[in-house]
T-cell receptor, first 113, second 112 residues
């Protein structure tokens, strides 16, 4: 069964802390994505990566960075967490050639106090 | 701006009824239109998808209707069941790109 896993389901951090969210996929997909999900706003793309060490900004990259050192792993970094970054964070992956939809992880509910 | 507009925001349907969720897009370069279903505490899961070369796609009780000239597509859930209660997202993407654009979601509640 194909899978996208995220390191934590729930996370509570303090303002100013550095936060790492990890995502791993076992489908050998080239593309990986980080979204945040907020009520009424749907899914908003933060960053995506189409290859190892490659990254592209999405719609809301401010305050975030990413790292992709291995094909199966894509990390989202909040350099200095702020309360407005409290949200549900979703990781997804998809194959490169055929647009066959994205496979999502279960999400990480991040609360910044 | 929102690349894909979705309505309604919430929907309540009686068991056995038809649930209809609508989406509209502007970019004519989009050529892949998936729908995702998300249950509370879970990530979205691909439900059904359509390419613009067909006007309708059916999988079980779920049907996508696609109107290329109007740049609209919709999800129909026939014989809606309480187990269908979830949030539904439409999306659009280009074959040449890797970005997916999502609607804002519809919270569906099917009452027994």
């Amino acid at each position: 069964d194909v899978k996208v896993t995220q390191s934590s389901r729930y996370l509570v951090k303090r303002t100013g802390e550095k936060v790492f969210l990890e995502c791993v996929q076992d489908m050998d997909h080239e593309n990986m994505f980080w979204y945040r999900q907020d009520p009424g706003l749907g899914l908003r793309l933060i960053y995506f990566s189409y290859d190892v060490k490659m990254k592209e900004k999405g719609d809301i990259p401010e305050g975030y960075s990413v790292s992709r050192e291995k094909k199966e792993r894509f990390s989202l970094i909040l350099e200095s967490a702020s309360t407005n970054q409290t949200s549900m964070y979703l990781c997804a992956s998809s194959p490169q050639q055929v647009p066959g939809g994205q496979f999502f992880g279960p999400g990480t509910r991040l609360t910044v106090l | 701006q929102q690349q894909v507009k979705q309505s309604p925001q919430s929907l309540i349907v009686q068991k056995g009824g038809i649930s209809i969720i609508n989406c509209a897009y502007e970019n004519t370069a989009f050529d892949y239109f998936p729908w995702y279903q998300q249950f509370p505490g879970k990530g979205p899961a691909l439900l059904i998808a359509i390419r613009p070369d067909v006007s309708e796609k059916k999988e079980g009780r779920f049907t996508i209707s696609f109107n290329k000239s109007a740049k609209q597509f919709s999800l129909h859930i026939m014989d809606s069941q309480p187990g269908d209660s979830a949030t539904y997202f439409c999306a659009a993407s280009r074959a040449t790109g890797n970005q997916f654009y999502f609607g804002t979601g519809t919270s569906l509640t099917v009452i027994p």
